[in-house]
């Protein structure tokens, strides 16, 4: 049975949004929400007819954003709206973008969905990492197929290590693909359209292995800490994810592949005030070391322009 009330975060797994944007939509009274004590919750039927009252792009995960030209008819111009790959990077450029009055409000939709998003005209910044299987490069050749008549600049945020995360001291050995494959192992894998998933996928035709003889393969999250708290729980023996998101844990990780975490935005967008503070607080030292505190992550590329696409 349902819960009738529940927290922001479980809000934000469900709508498969940033906890961030769940508080944001309260604040801004979009989500109704209530005090039980000293806590937050928001009812169920609140929700449900939060939902109804928008129309998601499919099922399974689309931001419920406002048509980009409702949003530039809109009195509030400080707002970026973000859909792409989860990274814990966003979430701390949310919050110091906050520090310099700018709301971003991310939905972690998956690298692809983050383009097509963007491509449709429903948010202002899509975050992608994925890999071109017949270049070994990331992300240009997508850029260039989704939006082949947008002029786009391609921004670096990041760039990080994907590897498997397991249980600490890795009991099982997992340290390569084939061991990953071996079907010995419990994966948790994550959705369609994700980077994280292109990957995985392309190892997975690269050695022949049928994904019906992985357990687990169709066990999907949309975050690299729902995968992480997969592993930890016992639910799965290993996941693909990124080093970052095990810090702090009794978890290990072994990394297997080293990628680039770009942002993608509308090169008429750049000249606003907005998108001038978000290259700024990408290129101040201190959210560059804050970047790099949480592991795993290359910040020497970090607010640079990778490519313009016109």
Request: aromatic fraction near 8%.
């Amino acid at each position: 049975m349902r819960h009738a009330y529940l927290t922001p975060e479980e809000v934000a797994e469900e709508l498969k949004l940033s906890r961030y944007t769940v508080y944001e939509m309260i604040k801004r009274g979009d989500l109704p929400a209530c005090k039980i004590g000293r806590a937050l919750r928001i009812s169920r039927p609140d929700l449900d007819a939060f939902l109804h009252g928008h129309s998601p792009r499919d099922a399974q995960a689309a931001p419920p954003f406002a048509p980009a030209a409702d949003r530039r008819n809109s009195p509030r111009t400080n707002d970026i709206y973000f859909a792409g790959s989860h990274d814990p990077a966003i979430d701390l450029l949310t919050r110091m973008l906050a520090n310099r009055g700018i709301t971003l409000l991310p939905a972690f939709s998956g690298s692809l969905d983050g383009l097509i998003e963007l491509y449709k005209g429903r948010v202002d910044m899509a975050g992608c990492h994925l890999l071109d299987r017949s270049t070994g490069a990331y992300n240009l050749s997508y850029i260039r197929c989704l939006m082949p008549h947008e002029g786009v600049a391609v921004i670096n945020l990041a760039g990080r290590w994907q590897g498997f995360i397991v249980p600490k001291h890795n009991p099982r050995m997992i340290t390569c693909w084939e061991e990953f494959f071996s079907g010995r192992h419990r994966i948790v894998n994550r959705q369609r359209g994700s980077g994280t998933r292109v990957l995985l996928d392309f190892h997975l035709q690269q050695l022949g292995v049928s994904p019906a003889s992985v357990p687990g393969y169709d066990h999907e999250v949309t975050t690299h800490c729902a995968a992480a708290s997969a592993v930890l729980r016992g639910e799965a023996d290993v996941a693909l994810g990124i080093e970052s998101v095990v810090r702090g844990l009794p978890l290990d990780f072994f990394p297997v592949q080293e990628e680039r975490y770009d942002l993608v935005i509308p090169a008429p967008l750049l000249r606003q005030e907005r998108f001038q503070i978000l290259l700024e607080v990408l290129r101040d030292p201190p959210f560059k070391q804050a970047v790099a505190a949480q592991g795993g992550c290359d910040v020497s590329r970090t607010g640079q322009t990778i490519d313009r696409l016109f």
